[in-house]
Structures are given as structure tokens and as C-alpha cells.
């Protein structure tokens, strides 16, 4: 079993810059790649961005230049640095780490909201 904690998220205004956590415990030397992803009201849950284990990182096109992925393997934390931040960047932000053959975990999320 693999838990995840998510923290980090508040209220910011547009243009300024949050980081999120996601803090692993349990059985982490199992996990490969991590990941963000978020839900804004209404919508349905999209991908924001995937590190794998050796460090290879993907975005989402709306947050390409704005947000950095990155893992501290001996922390087992993940990060996302957002910069640049706006209004439709406000959603619940979770954390999911991916172990091969097992089931996949996500944290209970952290919500981020952006203010014009």
C-alpha cells in the first residue's frame, strides 16, 4: 500500500506562484511514475503532469512553462511548482503514484483557487 498527502494549495491571486507537495509512505520503493492531476467544479478530473522514476517529466499543454514537476526520491515527496497562476487554474489538485502490476493511489487532494 502506497498513501499519499497532498499540501501546499490555498488562495492566491493571478500572476503569483504556489508549490504543492505530495509527501509518500507505505511501500514507496514500489512506486514508478507520480502525477498531478485536477478537477475543477463541474468538470471532469484531467492529467496536469507525470514524472517518471528516472526523471522524465510531461505536462498538460495548458500549463507547459508555467508549472515544474520534480521528486525528492529520498524525501518521497513530489512537487509542483506553479508559477504564473490563473483563474482557470482554480481546482482540487491530487497527487497519484503508479506501481506496475499493483493498483494505482491518490492523495485526498489539496484545492487551489486563483483570484483575478
Known amino acids: 500500500q502506497v498513501q499519499l498527502v497532498e499540501s501546499g494549495g490555498g488562495l492566491v491571486q493571478a500572476g503569483r506562484s504556489l508549490r504543492l507537495s505530495c509527501a509518500a509512505s507505505?511501500?514507496?520503493?514500489?512506486?514508478?511514475?507520480m502525477g498531478w492531476y485536477r478537477q475543477a467544479p463541474g468538470k471532469q478530473r484531467e492529467w496536469v503532469a507525470t514524472i517518471t522514476r528516472s526523471g522524465t517529466t510531461n505536462y498538460a499543454d495548458s500549463v507547459k512553462g508555467r508549472f515544474t514537476i520534480s521528486r525528492d526520491h529520498a524525501k518521497n515527496t513530489m512537487y509542483l511548482q506553479m508559477n504564473t497562476l490563473k483563474p482557470e487554474d482554480t481546482a482540487v489538485y491530487y497527487c497519484k503514484a503508479n506501481r506496475p502490476f499493483l493498483p494505482s493511489s491518490w492523495g485526498q487532494g489539496t484545492q487551489v483557487t486563483v483570484s483575478s
Open positions: 507505505g511501500s514507496t520503493s514500489s512506486i514508478d511514475s
